[in-house]
């Protein structure tokens, strides 16, 4: 069979190939103008398959999704005694009255089953130089706090030293979403111990000036 790729080498739908979602044997969805969306000459268009040919691949997600600059986190949490910890840009705050934050994780994640049953996690956020520890908790090799000065807070979570902050939360809701979990977490606690400059990733880099430092931990693909 014949398979289109893209410039990065990347498995490209060929039309009428199924959509992602849609099941075997399933007719794909139809637009009609009775039910279609009309704008313009556009709208006298002939009753089409909507079978979409754009549907992103997970790189091409991850490339165009890198151009959203963001701050990097460390989520923490203890499990059976053992601290555990991943890298996480997807931190967000969620609510402030009731204090809600959220963070994406990945289902094929070490760290992230063992902080869902421990119950409370802690968000540590990276500071501009702490690209050692994006690097180490990004990576699913090594022993993590191995030689890290870390702490366990009254929360039982473990907090890294040198952070901008620290959010202290428990697991609140879990909502499955795709390859994915959504994570909401309550606030316990906040914790601001650093003034410092921060982190901010920016396709796939440190930093948005034009000395970029690749990160050594790309194993996440
Ligand atoms: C800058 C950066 C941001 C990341 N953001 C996330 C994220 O938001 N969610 C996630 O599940 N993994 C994210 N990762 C990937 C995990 O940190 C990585 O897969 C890590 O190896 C997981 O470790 P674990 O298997 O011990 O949980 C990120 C990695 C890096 C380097």
């Known amino acids: 069979m014949h398979v289109r790729r893209d410039r990065a080498g990347t498995r490209a739908r060929t039309p009428g190939q199924r959509d992602r979602g849609q099941r075997r044997g399933s007719r794909p969805e139809r637009a009609s103008r009775s039910t279609g969306c009309r ?4 709208g006298d268009a002939p009753t089409v398959d909507l079978v979409n040919p754009h549907l992103p691949t997970p790189l091409e997600m991850r490339r ?7 701050g990097v986190t460390v989520v923490t ?3 059976d005694g053992e ?15 009731p204090p809600l934050v959220l963070f994406c994780a990945d289902h094929r994640g070490r760290s992230w089953p063992r902080i869902r049953t421990a119950g409370r996690f ?10 050692d520890l994006c690097d180490r908790f990004g990576s699913s090799r ?14 039982g979570s473990p907090v890294l030293p040198g952070v901008l902050a620290r959010v202290h939360a428990r697991v609140h809701e879990v909502h499955a979403a795709g390859d994915h979990d959504v994570v909401i977490g309550e606030v316990l606690e906040l914790e601001t ?9 920016f396709r796939g880099a440190f930093g948005i000036d034009p000395e970029l430092v690749l990160p ?6």
Do not use: H
Not at 122 to 131: D, F, I, M, R
């Open 39 to 42: 704008a313009g000459v556009l």
């Open 64 to 70: 165009a999704m890198g151009s959203f600059a963001s």
């Open 77 to 79: 949490g203890c499990d």
């Open 83 to 97: 601290p555990v910890g991943f890298a996480c840009q997807s931190f967000a705050s969620v609510s402030l009255d």
């Open 122 to 131: 802690c968000v540590n956020v990276l500071a501009e130089q702490q690209t």
């Open 142 to 155: 090594g022993a993590k706090f191995e030689g890290l000065p870390w702490q366990l807070s009254r929360w």
């Open 193 to 201: 111990p650093a003034q410092d400059r921060p982190m901010v990733f």
């Open 216 to 221: 050594e931990a790309w194993d996440w693909a």
